[in-house]
C-alpha cells in the first residue's frame, strides 16, 4: 500500500482516503468535481461532506479569524540560527562542510496576540504547526484564547523552497530545534506556560524543551506523529529512497519535472503544484529521528507536567496503534481517557484532575484539533486555567516565604544591633 501526504502550501488540508487506502489531502475548495476522481459513489459522497465540513467550520482564517487574527496580529521577524549546530556538523557531515559558520537568515512569520493582553503576566502559549502547514491551522484556537488574555505566539516553520535558497537547510528535527530557539530568543521569551504541538512538530518542540531544558509549564500534544515509522512513510523502501533523492539539487528538479508521473503510476492523484508539499511532508519525517520521541515521552512521565494528550482513532497518517504505544510510554490510565464518538459526543469522560489528561476521538481525522474546535479548544483552556492558578498559588507562596524571610533578616538585624549595644555597655562599664 502507498501512502502520501499531499497538502497545500501554508494551508493543511483535511485527508481523503480511496479505495485502496491511499492518502492524499486536497485543496478542496478549489478541486474539480470529476467522476474519473472517484472509484466508487461513497467515495464522492465522503467528498463532498468534507467539503461541506470545511466551509461550515470556516477553518483556516476565513471571517472568524479576522475578528481577532488581525493584519497588526501578524508579525515578521528576521533570525540568524543554525550557526553553532553547523559548525559541529562541518565536521561530521560531509553534505555540510561548506555550511556557513554563521549559520542561515530567515525572515518568520507569526502571530503574537501580546498587544491585545492588559499586562506582562498574562499566560504565554507557543502553539506549532505540522508541515507542511502556517500558523493558520491555529487561528480558531487565537479566536478562542486571546480575547481571554491569553498571548498566543503563533510561528511558521520555514517553507520547503528554503532547502533551495539555502542549499544547507534540509528541514531536520535538529535545524527545526535551531530555528525555534533562535526564534524565541529574538522574541525574548525564555519561558511557556503552555506548548501546543501538531504532528511532527513535536519532535524539534520536544527536543528543545526537554534536551534543551527549555522552561514550559504545560503540553498539548495533538495527533504526534509517532515514535516509530508511521503508516504514512510506508512502504519504506519506495518513500525512504524517494526522500534521498530529493535531497540532491538534481533529484529535486527531476521529482518536480516527473514526480506527477510516479505517483500517476503508482495510482495516487495530485496536483503539480503541490508536490512540493508532498515531498516536504516526507522530508520532515524522514529525518525527525523519531524513536528519540521514546525517550522525550519517558522524560514527560518521569516529570509529570500537566499533560493534554489527544488523538484520533482514524488517523490515516499514524495508525491508532501507535497513538496507543505513545499513551503506554506515558504510563496512561484507563482513568485519565475521555472518549467521543464519530459525531463528537462524550462516551466517556475522564478525571480532570490527575496530571494527565487524554481526548480520544473516534473520527477526528489527522486534523482533529480544527473538527472539533468546539471540543479541543475549551479542553486546553482549562488546562491553562489549571497551570494558572498554581501559578499563582506558587508566587503567593514564594511571595509569602520572601517577606517573612524579609521580617526574619529585620529581626536578626535589629537583635544583632541590640546585643552589640549591651555588649558595648558592658565593655564601659569594665573599663
Known sequence: MVLFVVSLSKVASPAIINGEGQFFARHLSSMPST?????????????????Q??????????????????????????????????????????????????????????????????????????TLHGSPGSHQDFHPLINHLAPKGVRIIAPNWPVYSAIDRTKYFRHSSHEKREYLKDFLKAIDIDRLDMLVTHSSAVFPALDMCINERFPV???????????????????????????RFTLNPTGRAIFRKLGKYVFALKGVPVRTD???????????????????????????????????????????????????????????KESQYSKYDAEGNCIVRGSQDDWMKIIQFAKGGHYAFLKFSNIVNPAVEELLDQVTRHKKQVDLEVNSIGHQSKQALEFNNHSSEKQEEQEKLVRKMRF
Request: glycine share 6%.
Open 35 to 51: 467522476h474519473y476522481f472517484w472509484r466508487n459513489p461513497t467515495e464522492k459522497k465522503e467528498f463532498k461532506a468534507r467539503r
Open 53 to 126: 465540513l470545511l466551509n461550515t467550520l470556516r477553518w483556516h482564517g476565513t471571517s472568524g479569524a479576522s475578528k481577532v487574527i488581525s493584519p497588526t496580529a501578524i508579525k515578521n521577524i528576521t533570525i540568524q540560527t543554525c550557526g553553532p549546530l553547523y559548525e559541529e556538523w562541518r565536521e561530521t557531515r560531509k553534505a555540510y562542510a561548506g555550511a556557513p559558520k554563521e549559520g542561515l537568515s530567515f525572515n518568520v512569520e507569526y502571530v503574537d496576540t501580546k498587544e491585545y493582553v492588559a499586562n506582562d503576566k498574562a499566560p504565554v502559549i507557543l
Open 217 to 243: 509549564n504545560s503540553y498539548t500534544l495533538i495527533n504526534p506523529a509517532g515514535h516509530r515509522k508511521i503508516i504514512g512513510m510506508k512502504p519504506a523502501w519506495f518513500i525512504d529512497n524517494l526522500i
Open 274 to 332: 503541490s508536490l512540493d508539499d508532498v515531498i516536504h511532508a516526507g522530508t520532515v519525517m524522514f529525518l525527525s529521528e523519531s524513536e528519540r520521541l521514546s525517550g522525550f515521552l519517558e522524560t514527560l512521565r518521569q516529570q509529570k507536567p500537566n499533560l493534554l494528550y489527544i488523538y484520533s482513532e482514524n488517523d490515516k497518517l499514524v495508525e491508532k496503534q501507535i497513538f496507543y504505544e505513545m499513551a503506554q510510554i506515558l504510563d496512561a
